[in-house]
């Protein structure tokens, strides 16, 4: 049964409603976790507009930020006691999609886990579905954990400069 799950992490609610699941299965399973967070490329063009007053490199604060919520959620896993590893991609070949069932692939995972908005419509055709992706081209069974209708009503426009795309 499921010991090695894969986790996207991403800071948005539905990413951490994902890896509260993952976290209870892989305690229930007595499974590990491997956390992955993806820099891509709309985060670099986000990272532009939201640093774009800051001296430095926007490029290091992504990676910065994407390690403090593999950091994060790692201890949520832990507290529960549930194993777990990080991995970070920083690069920007490759849709957030395709970096996910790959590592789900390499690694390899018994099943993928992740929060999805559940968007429909127009918001989905707008900003994509990630999770779709994920569901269609998974080498391994997908949990797609779904944000509650509140959250699933937020404006398109609404976005926290985290450094990565929330999985719609």
Aim: charged letters at 25%.
């Amino acid at each position: 049964m499921y010991q090695r799950i894969l986790v996207p992490v991403d800071g948005s609610a539905t990413a951490q409603r994902g890896l509260e699941e993952a976290t209870r299965l892989g305690k229930l399973t007595q499974g590990r976790l491997r956390l992955i967070h993806v820099i891509d490329e709309l985060s670099f063009a986000l990272a532009m507009d939201a640093y774009a007053g800051h001296a430095g490199d926007w490029l290091s604060l992504l990676r910065v930020d994407g390690e403090r919520l593999l950091a994060q959620a790692k201890a949520v896993a832990e507290a529960a006691g549930v194993e777990a590893d990080t991995v970070l991609y920083d690069r920007r070949s490759g849709q957030v999609d395709e970096l996910v069932t790959a590592e789900a692939a390499r690694w390899p995972a018994d099943l993928i886990v992740l929060g999805t908005h559940g968007r429909r419509g127009v918001g989905r055709v707008l900003m994509g579905s990630s999770a779709e992706h994920i569901l269609r081209h998974a080498p391994v069974p997908v949990l797609l954990v779904r944000a509650p209708e509140s959250e699933t009503r937020e404006p398109l426009h609404v976005r926290q400069p985290t450094g990565a795309l929330a999985f719609e």
